[in-house]
């Protein structure tokens, strides 16, 4: 019984986090200055990039470097794919963009789908 409380709290408080988070999106979406969107971008964009170091990249070093390979090398390898992949995803998503009927739908198929690759879920 106690791990199923655990496992509803694991569930509950990122709901709630990412709930609450977004909601201020319908509060201030008409407010919201070019200046101050520009800097809930960057600031989404520098915990983005945390994450992405501290739970991917370096994961992979140390893992890499258990093994007793070259430790950089398959992150800068993987870092490098993904590169490529996000220049095709975003080449692919221009293309979309051009036709007019289903764009909302697209981008978000898209954005949703690149959010969840480095997770393993598609």
Excluded: D
Aim: aromatic share 10%; net charge positive; charged share 15%.
């Amino acid at each position: 019984m106690e791990n199923i409380l655990y496992s509803i709290g694991g569930i509950l408080i990122p709901f709630m986090g990412t709930t609450l988070g977004s909601s201020f999106v319908f509060f201030i979406r008409n407010h919201m200055s070019e200046k101050f969107q520009k800097l809930i971008v960057g600031f989404a964009s520098g915990v983005m990039i945390a994450a992405s170091v501290w739970s991917l990249l370096l994961p992979a070093i140390e893992m890499a470097e258990n093994q007793g390979k070259i430790s950089w090398l398959p992150a800068a390898v993987g870092l490098s794919l993904g590169v490529i992949f996000l220049i095709f995803i975003n080449k692919m998503a221009e293309k979309v963009e051009r036709k007019k009927n289903g764009k909302k739908m697209n981008m978000l198929l898209f954005s949703v789908t690149l959010h969840n690759i480095p997770e393993g879920r598609c």
